[in-house]
Nanobody, 122 residues
Framework: QVQLVESGGGLAQAGGSLRLSCAASGRTFSVYNMGWFRQAPGKEREFVASISWSGASTDYADSVKGRFTISRDNAKNTVTLQMNSLKPEDTAVYYC???????????????WGQGTQVTVSS
């Protein structure tokens, strides 16, 4: 498993941008596909985006497609979520997670960070 730590959350206005980072520890980071999930109060954790171990393939939830971009740097053991054109409904705790295979189901992921709060004001 890898240990994951998110950073970069905060407060933004609608239409603004935030950049989330996830730092991974462990030499096996590059074998994991990585995902970002979010959870709003009273709601189930939902898939946001994922990226393959090589960075060649990405996947996005329809709600963020065209606004968010996921990327990774295996040399630095980091994965990033660039969030543009933010909306109040993007408000949630955002988590990065690691998986050996591919899935949009949060319960299939092996390792999780502690989460970082993103709040978007209207």
């Amino acid at each position: 498993q890898v240990q994951l730590v998110e950073s970069g959350g905060g407060l933004a206005q609608a239409g603004g941008s935030l950049r989330l980072s996830c730092a991974a520890s462990g030499r096996t980071f590059s074998v994991y596909n990585m995902g970002w999930f979010r959870q709003a109060p009273g709601k189930e954790r939902e898939f946001v985006a994922s990226i393959s171990w090589s960075g060649a393939s990405t996947d996005y939830a329809d709600s963020v497609k065209g606004r968010f971009t996921i990327s990774r740097d295996n040399a630095k053991n980091t994965v990033t979520l660039q969030m543009n054109s933010l909306k109040p409904e993007d408000t949630a705790v955002y988590y990065c997670a690691a998986i050996r295979g591919y899935s949009r189901d949060y319960f299939r992921y092996d390792s999780w960070g502690q989460g970082t709060q993103v709040t978007v004001s209207s």
